[in-house]
């Protein structure tokens, strides 16, 4: 059974157009990430939601949009993208908030943007 | 503000060789501190944690021991394997509700 799921897996688009990447989790955790990952493998937090709410916005454009319509769901929506957008994109899901617990991180989407 | 440093990678060892990581830590008081792991094409997986000073974490022959007089916590592993080639990602969280503060990864290859 998948854990953490990401659809899609890689995404290819054009700079200007709009983009979802979705999350979901199996898991019954209270809280779920978003993370960016550039070609350096760094790997930086963008929002964290715990049963829905927004509790981590870190300094992203605010072209990136997070939904999360329940607490097994996290989606990333991005409006005219850019060329410096792409990147790996991870999704994570903890039990709680409490940053000492266990993260479980999905498998990634790939965005390119050309 | 939270940093962490670790070793530029890559590195490369060969099979059954011992492995050290070295990560070091900014952050005032006693943040929890973490090795995550990264295989190829996959997400990060939690290796080992410690929460306070003086603490080893241990997983998969992998351990490391947090350090307050030298904020470090290096990871190490006695004999390592081809399975183990992957990128290691020290992390810190300074509070239980503050971010996780990823350091920038270290990429290490087994060759046979």
């Known amino acids: 059974d998948t854990a953490v799921s990401q659809t899609p897996k890689y995404l290819v688009t054009q700079m200007g157009n709009d983009k979802s990447i979705k999350c979901e989790q199996n898991?019954?955790?209270?809280?779920m990430y978003w993370y960016k990952q550039d070609s350096k493998k760094f790997l930086k937090i963008m929002f964290s939601?715990?049963?829905?709410?927004?509790?981590i916005n870190e300094t992203v454009p605010n072209r990136f949009s997070p939904k999360s319509p329940d607490k097994a769901h996290l989606n990333l929506h991005i409006n005219s993208l850019e060329l410096g957008d792409s990147a790996v994109y991870f999704c994570?899901?903890?039990?709680?908030?409490?940053?000492?617990?266990?993260?479980?991180f999905g498998p990634g989407t790939r965005l390119t943007v050309t | 503000g939270n940093s962490v440093t670790q070793m530029e990678g890559p590195v490369t060892l060969s099979e059954e060789a011992f492995l050290t990581i070295n990560c070091t830590y900014t952050?005032?008081?006693?943040?929890?501190l973490f090795w995550y792991v990264q295989y190829p094409g996959e997400g990060l997986q939690l290796l080992l944690k410690?929460?306070?000073?003086?603490d080893k974490g241990s997983n998969k022959g992998f351990e490391a021991t947090y350090r307050k007089e030298t904020t470090s916590f290096h990871l190490e592993k006695g004999s390592v394997q081809v399975s183990d080639s992957a990128v290691y990602f020290c992390?810190?969280?300074?509070?239980?509700?503050?971010?996780?503060?990823f350091g920038p990864g270290t990429s290490l290859s087994v060759i046979p």
């Open positions: 994570a899901s903890s039990q709680e908030p409490d940053q000492t617990y266990e993260q479980y």
């Open positions: 992390a810190l969280s300074k509070t239980s509700y503050d971010k996780v503060i």
């Open positions: 939601y715990n049963n829905k709410e927004l509790i």
């Open positions: 898991l019954g955790h209270d809280t």
């Open positions: 410690a929460t306070k000073a003086d």
């Open positions: 952050a005032t008081g006693y943040p929890s």
